[in-house]
């Protein structure tokens, strides 16, 4: 096991192009478990195939433990990656393809088979060690893919979207598998996904990109509940965070009927005359005393367990926001309503620079 440090580390396709990685300063603790997130082309894959030595550092360097790994070859990191694709080998069997690596590397039969069944056994695979992956089903094969990495006992694990080929029930099952066997077995781990939820119930830690850029890492609690910035706080959370841009007038934020009052500190972190309000949907209520921001509904998503109200403001037509309430609401569209939000649940950016302003 071992930490990971990336020290400025950027990776530029082609001469005079935007790098796909730019300037990233990231430290992983031994044996946490690091999620990268973003939207497509943000740079995560491109940062986990640096730190595996399958794309060259152009500036910086990347560090596993003490060593310095930036030019040093794949092979010799000391890691295991387990891609979004199992690749294993079809005409192996289960602990055939497990045990791979082993074999390759010349260790005893003896110890490579004892450990093929512990990993089977971490696994919940020892009944299947004689099958083809064709006879397996798309969660056994990824669990198999895991297992090949396991039994290599390296100091990180990389995985890059190894559940985006499960269906959405498999994936739910097979990420609380993987976070609990990750931490049962200690390994510093990083993993790439585009699924903020999956990054949100996974990840010790959190790191958000934008376009190459670390926008904050953090856990997942300081990521919803306090944003650096008006990207990450569209980001995550589902549905998205509501965002309005208001004028500030004598101290406090106006849109629509909704004032919010400003703080000192706050004024003084402004750099224009706008102020962007956030507030989840959970934070955002029907007023049971018709005070606060008039709306019409225009659809209502019904889950059972909750609703969600999808409403524009009244003399706002192009601004739409959602407030969640109570599952089998009786609420339809084209009602009236009044939305009044939580005062704890408001986030404030300054609008220019979209940085969050301060408590």
């Known amino acids: 096991m071992a930490t990971v440090s990336f020290r400025g580390a950027?990776?530029?396709?082609?001469?005079?192009?935007?790098?796909?990685?730019?300037?990233?300063?990231?430290e992983i603790d031994d044996g946490e478990f690091l999620v990268l997130v973003?939207?497509?082309?943000?740079?995560?894959?491109?940062?986990?195939?640096?730190?595996?030595?399958?794309?060259?550092v152009d500036e910086g360097s990347v560090h596993i433990g003490d060593r310095d790994v930036t030019l040093v070859p794949p092979r010799d990191r000391d890691i295991a990656m387990v891609f979004q694709s199992y690749a294993l080998y079809p005409h192996m069997t289960v602990a055939e393809n497990i045990g791979f690596h082993l074999k390759v590397k010349g260790t005893p039969k003896a110890e490579r088979l004892e450990r093929v069944r512990e990993a089977a056994r971490l696994l919940d695979l020892e009944q299947y060690l004689d099958r083809k992956p064709a006879k397996l089903s798309g969660g056994q094969r990824q669990r198999?893919?895991?297992?090949?990495?396991?039994?290599?006992?390296?100091?990180?694990?990389?995985?890059?979207?190894?559940?985006?080929?499960?269906?959405?029930k498999l994936r739910v099952?097979?990420?609380?598998?993987?976070?609990?066997?990750?931490?049962?077995?200690?390994?510093?781990?990083?993993?790439?996904?585009?699924?903020?939820?999956?990054?949100?119930?996974?990840?010790?830690r959190v790191a958000v990109l934008k376009d190459g850029v670390l926008q904050q890492c953090?856990?997942?609690?300081?990521?919803?509940?306090?944003?650096?910035?008006?990207?990450?706080?569209?980001?995550?959370?589902?549905?998205?965070?509501?965002?309005?841009?208001?004028?500030?007038?004598?101290?406090?934020?106006?849109?629509?009927?909704?004032?919010?009052?400003?703080?000192?500190?706050?004024?003084?972190a402004l750099t224009s005359a706008q102020v962007t309000v956030g507030v989840r949907p959970e934070g955002l209520h029907l007023s049971p005393d018709e005070v606060g921001m008039r709306a019409t509904i225009n659809v209502v998503e019904e889950l059972g367990s909750d609703s969600f109200l999808y409403c524009t403001p009244e003399g706002h037509p192009d601004v739409t926001i959602v407030s969640r309430t109570a599952g089998l609401s009786t609420a339809r569209a084209g009602d009236a309503v009044v939305l009044r939000p939580d005062p704890g649940a408001l986030h404030l950016f300054d609008t220019a620079s979209a940085a969050r302003l301060p408590d």
């Open 38 to 56: 973003g939207p497509s082309g943000c740079g995560k894959s491109t940062t986990l195939r640096m730190l595996a030595g399958l794309e060259p």
């Open 144 to 168: 198999v893919a895991m297992g090949r990495a396991i039994v290599r006992q390296p100091q990180v694990f990389l995985m890059d979207e190894p559940l985006s080929n499960l269906d959405a």
């Open 10 to 26: 950027t990776r530029v396709f082609g001469e005079g192009a935007r790098p796909a990685v730019d300037r990233l300063d990231l």
């Open 218 to 268: 953090a856990s997942p609690r300081e990521l919803f509940t306090r944003p650096a910035n008006v990207f990450v706080a569209g980001f995550i959370g589902s549905p998205a965070m509501n965002m309005v841009t208001c004028e500030v007038r004598e101290g406090a934020a106006e849109f629509s009927a909704l004032q919010v009052p400003l703080t000192r500190a706050q004024q003084d």
């Open 173 to 204: 099952s097979t990420r609380t598998q993987i976070a609990a066997l990750q931490r049962r077995l200690g390994v510093t781990t990083v993993y790439v996904t585009h699924d903020q939820v999956e990054a949100m119930t996974m990840g010790d």
